[in-house]
T-cell receptor
């Protein structure tokens, strides 16, 4: 069975600082990995995904994530945080067949 | 990009009544759709997998007679909460797998529906 662990339910960074949201996964087959963002009172929006190929994946809003098989990780980063990045971020894992399995989410706060 | 539309975005209903939530894939065909429920300050919990033309597959602990799912076409799945109670109040989100686009199998989400049962 697949699972996702997001370390840190709440991360707080200063505006302009590096954003690092951690995600580790467990999967018995090569995984598909996703990061979604949820703004207050809204649904989920796909930030980026990894399926195959290049392990460094670039997404929207300046975010990127790197798939590290040896570490079973898919951490999300952004070089410089913006106030508008404050939201809930969910890491998810899947394969071709099963639905997404989500982590518990990490709430990102950006301090001016 | 692909869009999944969910309607209504917010609904308030009286206890004991039923409410239907629609999930539509607007620019792709979705043979499989998923329904999730999100409790306050918690992650998404998969309720059921909806397959076009067949019965939905429910996760353990989800009452199939209470949460009726119909996937009558390749672009529409509906979730009906029957005999709603206040504890059913939650944020319900649907998603659709874009199987048309081959590798990647991306899953797109609707904007969610806030259900409040009073």
């Amino acid at each position: 069975a697949q699972s996702v662990t997001q370390l840190g339910s709440h991360v707080s960074v200063s505006e302009g600082a590096l954003v690092l949201l951690r995600c580790n996964y467990s999967s018995s087959v090569p995984p598909y990995l996703f990061w979604y963002v949820q703004y207050p009172n809204q649904g989920l929006q796909l930030l980026l995904k990894y399926t195959t190929g290049a392990t460094l994946v670039k997404g929207i809003n300046g975010f990127e994530a790197e798939f590290k098989k040896s570490e079973t990780s898919f951490h999300l980063t952004k070089p410089s945080a913006h106030m508008s990045d404050a939201a809930e971020y969910f890491c998810a894992v899947s394969d071709r067949v099963t639905p997404l399995v989500f982590g518990k989410g990490t709430r990102l706060s950006v301090i001016a | 990009g692909a869009v999944v539309s969910q309607h209504p975005s917010r609904v308030i209903c009286k206890s004991g009544t039923s409410v239907k939530i629609e999930c539509r894939s607007l620019d792709f065909q979705a043979t499989t759709m998923f329904w999730y429920r999100q409790f306050p300050k918690k992650s998404l919990m998969l309720m059921a997998t909806s397959n076009e033309g067949s019965k939905a597959t429910y996760e353990q602990g989800v009452e199939k007679d209470k949460f009726l799912i119909n996937h009558a076409s390749l672009t529409l799945s509906t979730l009906t909460v029957t005999s709603a109670h206040p504890e059913d109040s939650s944020f319900y989100i649907c998603s659709a797998r874009d199987s048309d686009r081959g590798l990647g199998n991306t899953i797109y989400f609707g904007e969610g529906s806030w259900l409040t049962v009073v």
